[in-house]
């Protein structure tokens, strides 16, 4: 068991979405529904499943297996879409990253959908936080940032006068997105001696409103390094960050 709360949906559950979605290729809106449904085929987070006629009919080009390619101009995906009535009859799903944009209601989206299970909270603390690796001290703080996010172990934010910056590798280029926190704007790998250990801590100068308090500070993965909060050695996670 781990010390944070799990994602606590089935495989097949199915929820209506409240929000309106848009999907948007080659600068054209080619689905654009209020009537989406929420379809979760992990546990983890869910797709979005789209009444076929909220879909641009001119963008779908049936293929001989039975999914769809995408044709926006001069534009054409591979078959990036596809129907189960074994999942919701009348119904499309779109591979994620087969389109450019996705928004929720008039908000920017990656990765996936946000499961409406999945809380984000970002707390301030006067928790004694250290962070170290290989016996290196990294960072070191009594007022951090405490990201809670369902299904993943909390993150410890620091502010960049808390962590030493002379082990910290800049990865220009280097950059990961979150449905709940945004894009990253910086990532660093950690230099100890002679070995360089990759993409290890990352900041967001502009996260998400609703983590807002994150935003110009820096996290370390716990999966990667030693986490010592009050004194109390924290083991290190496993999780799909995990090296």
């Known amino acids: 068991m781990t010390d944070y709360p799990a994602a606590a949906v089935h495989t097949g559950h199915v929820e209506p979405v409240p929000r309106r979605v848009r999907g948007v290729l080659a600068g054209k809106t080619i689905v654009d529904s209020r009537r989406a449904k929420y379809v979760w085929e992990w546990p983890y987070y869910p797709q979005f499943y789209f009444p ?12 001989p297996d039975g999914r769809y390619s995408l044709r926006v101009g001069e ?5 990036a879409a596809w129907t ?26 990656f990765v996936h959908p946000r499961s409406p299970y999945t809380r984000v909270d970002a707390l301030r603390s006067t928790r004694h936080v250290r962070v170290r ?45 979150c449905p709940y926190k945004g894009e990253t704007s910086g990532y ?15 900041t967001y100068a502009y996260p998400a409103a ?30 799909h960050f995990s090296k």
């Open 210 to 239: 609703a983590v807002q308090p994150i935003a110009g500070l820096v996290a370390f993965y716990n999966e990667m390094v030693d986490i010592e909060a009050d004194g109390e050695l924290l083991p290190r996670p496993r999780t």
């Open 188 to 202: 660093w790998s950690v230099r100890v001696g002679d070995v360089l250990h990759e993409h290890l801590a990352w």
């Open 133 to 177: 690796l290989d016996g290196v001290a990294l960072a070191e703080s009594s007022s951090p940032v405490l990201l809670f996010e369902t299904g993943l172990p909390t993150r410890y934010y620091f502010n960049r006068t808390e962590v030493d910056f002379t082990h910290l590798v800049a990865e220009p280029g280097m950059a990961t997105a």
């Open 52 to 63: 076929i006629a909220d879909v641009l009919p001119d963008v779908l080009a049936s293929e």
């Open 84 to 109: 189960s009535d074994d999942v919701l009859s009348g119904h499309i799903r779109f591979a994620w990253d087969a389109l450019d944009a996705w928004f929720e209601e008039d908000e920017q989206v």
């Open 75 to 79: 534009v054409e995906k591979p078959p």
